[in-house]
């Protein structure tokens, strides 16, 4: 009973951490793929919190960063976090891009 229990509890925590890699990549190839222009540079997030699909209502932060890269280029910074255990655990990505895409 004490192996059902340990491998239902380290399923769910691996669900949720799928769940907020996926809301950052999202994120973060949504806006890898618009004109660098358009990534103007500062901190943003989420109106609230988000549900694993990106909807209001869950337990999840959203939050993003653009900085510059040279003249032309960009570097985005996706974070999501949540609280469980009392702790705050969280998923960073980052990359670098032209925009479009690149």
């Known amino acids: 009973a004490s192996i059902q229990l340990g491998t239902a509890r380290n399923n769910s925590k691996g669900n949720i951490y799928t769940q907020a890699y996926m809301l950052a990549i999202e994120q973060l190839e949504t806006l890898k793929n618009q004109d660098v222009i358009a990534l103007v540079p500062g901190a943003y997030s ?55 895409g690149v």
């Open 46 to 100: 989420d109106a609230s919190q988000i549900d694993a699909n990106g909807q209001p209502g869950g337990i999840y932060t959203r939050n993003w960063t653009i900085d510059n890269l040279g003249t032309m280029g960009r570097i985005i910074t996706v974070t999501v976090q949540w609280q469980r255990g009392g702790k705050t655990n969280r998923v960073v990505l980052s990359s670098n891009t032209k925009g479009n």
